[in-house]
């Protein structure tokens, strides 16, 4: 009987057959229990000599099995092991990755430079008061002025922010009369334009805020020409002409010389080699009254940026559509964020 259950257990190959071969030799009914039952008849002697040359069987099985299941086990594990094997000197697959829109980074060398300057960045909302996008910043109702920025209404005192100066107000009440102050706020604004080639009914602005005291148009100035070189080369300049906000007074717009012909004139600045970017100016003292600051304490210098326009010019871009149509062929021009 061992005989016979040795080379069976030894030429089985599986685990199932391998169980199999436990049950039926180890099993009540199995040859070897079988056998034992003659015992009852044998004599005391030769019933002991059975008796354990019958377990000596049974246990000799026993480890027969347990180590062929052993080296079945082992074998599977190295079998599936080879199997998930993986080449890790394969090339990976690439994915594709996206580029960063030209405005965002634009808006974010923007805040980088502030920030390097001491600023802070604040945000307001895109839906926004008539109050404080238009009467806080001096644009009372039927004022004139207020033409200059078609306005999408929402209802009678809600609409489309159509500049970010609102922000300027909201941070000015938060500080509630207490400066100093130093912001900029990016973000979408809103106009009833028709679009064309420079115009989008939604565009971006960067405002910029500074309140405290003792400040003057030289240091806005000084602001804007650190911007101006650092944001198109070392060798711009800018100037300042008259122009007019009801929110800032005096009110200027701020031009930077143009790279293209080094201020000899050109078509791209018109031939008058010099390129308009933004509007800015001194805090209009009622605006500060109105927004919980004493103008015979604290002064202030706002501006504001055109992030297309900023854009346009960095990046030669001559369609303001080509910002929001997202076509992928103009997207992926831009550097890629690895
Ligand atoms: N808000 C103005 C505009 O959208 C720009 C501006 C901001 C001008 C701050 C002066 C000061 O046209």
């Known amino acids: 009987i061992q005989e016979e259950a040795l080379a069976k257990i030894s030429a089985c190959a599986d685990a199932k057959e391998l169980n199999d071969l436990r049950v ?17 008849t044998m004599a005391p002697e030769e019933r002991k000599t059975f008796g354990q040359v019958s377990n000596k069987t049974k246990q000799e ?41 030209p405005l965002t980074r634009v808006k974010e060398d923007l805040e980088e430079l502030f920030l390097g300057m001491g600023y802070k960045v604040a945000e307001g909302p895109e839906v926004e008061s008539d109050h404080f996008n238009f009467e806080l910043m001096n644009l009372p109702k039927g ?13 009678e005192n809600t609409l489309m922010r159509t500049h970010t100066s609102p922000v300027q107000a909201h941070v000015m009440l938060e500080a509630k009369g207490k400066g100093p102050i130093k912001v900029i706020c990016p973000g979408k604004t809103y106009r009833r334009d028709d679009d064309d080639a420079t115009h989008s009914h939604q565009f971006m602005q960067c405002e910029g805020l500074v309140i405290d005291k003792n400040i003057t ?106 910002f929001y149509n997202n076509d992928l062929r103009f997207l992926e021009q831009f550097e890629r964020k690895e």
């Open 217 to 322: 148009m030289g240091d806005l100035k000084g602001t804007l020409d650190v911007f101006a070189k650092k944001m198109f080369g070392e060798k711009r300049e800018i100037r300042l002409r008259p122009s007019y906000f009801p929110f800032t007074e005096p009110s200027v717009e701020v031009d930077i010389s143009c790279a293209n012909c080094g201020g000899k004139g050109c078509a791209m600045c018109k031939g008058t080699g010099w390129i308009e970017v933004l509007g800015a100016g001194m805090v209009n003292p009622h605006v500060l009254e109105m927004c919980g600051f004493d103008p015979k304490e604290y002064q202030g210098f706002a501006f504001g940026i055109g992030l297309e326009r900023v854009a346009m010019l960095k990046y030669d871009i001559d369609n303001i559509r080509d």
């Open 143 to 155: 004022h004139p002025a207020r033409d200059m920025q078609d306005t999408f209404y929402i209802d």
């Open 24 to 40: 039926f030799y180890l099993g009540k009914k199995g040859p070897i229990q079988a056998a034992m039952k003659s015992m009852k």
């Open 61 to 101: 099985i026993g480890q027969a099995i347990e180590e062929k299941k052993a080296y079945l086990e082992e074998k599977a594990l190295n079998e599936r092991l080879l199997a998930e094997d993986i080449d890790i000197s394969l090339p990976g697959n690439r994915l594709p990755v996206g580029s960063v829109h």
